[in-house]
């Protein structure tokens, strides 16, 4: 579902912007929301959701808010109410409990992360 906004805003370049919507919602227990950036607003003028995606819990009853940021280095965006600004997703989420152990079982990735498994040519493991 596409999520509008309520207010006229301009966001010059590298600001952003936290907009109303006028929509709330009752998601069912166990689904989440997600606000995602217009793919069309993004690659045309560089606008996207700063937490995105955003999440709105089930159990919240406010109003849906976009904290929008303008990437764009040189191009203010301007937005009028009404425009469609975000899209709402609604996924279903596990709800799990928790519980604190003292070691994890061992998996071929193991404790690897951020570029360890390479792929470009800034990510080469340090000492090679
Ligand atoms: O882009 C967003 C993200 C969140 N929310 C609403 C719905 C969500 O259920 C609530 C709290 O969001 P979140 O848990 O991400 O915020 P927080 O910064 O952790 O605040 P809180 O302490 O209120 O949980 O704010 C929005 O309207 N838009």
């Keep these: 579902m596409d999520l509008c906004t309520t207010v006229d805003v301009t966001i010059e ?6 907009v109303g919507t006028g929509i709330a919602v009752a998601l069912p ?6 606000i995602h950036p217009r ?11 700063v937490n995105t995606p ?4 089930a159990g919240y009853r406010g109003e849906i808010k976009v904290c929008l940021i303008n ?9 009028r109410r009404g425009d469609r600004i975000a899209q709402l997703l609604v996924q279903r989420v596990e709800l799990v409990d928790f519980v604190e152990v003292g070691s994890l079982d ?6 690897g992360g951020y570029g360890s498994s ?11």
């Design 106 to 111: 061992d998996t071929s990735r193991g404790a």
């Design 13 to 18: 370049p590298g600001r952003r912007a936290l």
């Design 39 to 49: 793919s069309g607003l993004a690659a045309k003028y560089g606008l996207s959701v």
């Design 71 to 79: 990437h764009d280095p040189d191009r203010a965006v301007e937005l």
């Design 54 to 57: 955003g999440t709105v819990d």
């Design 118 to 128: 390479g792929g470009h040519a800034g990510l080469v493991k340090e000492g090679s």
């Design 29 to 34: 227990v166990g689904t989440v929301g997600l």
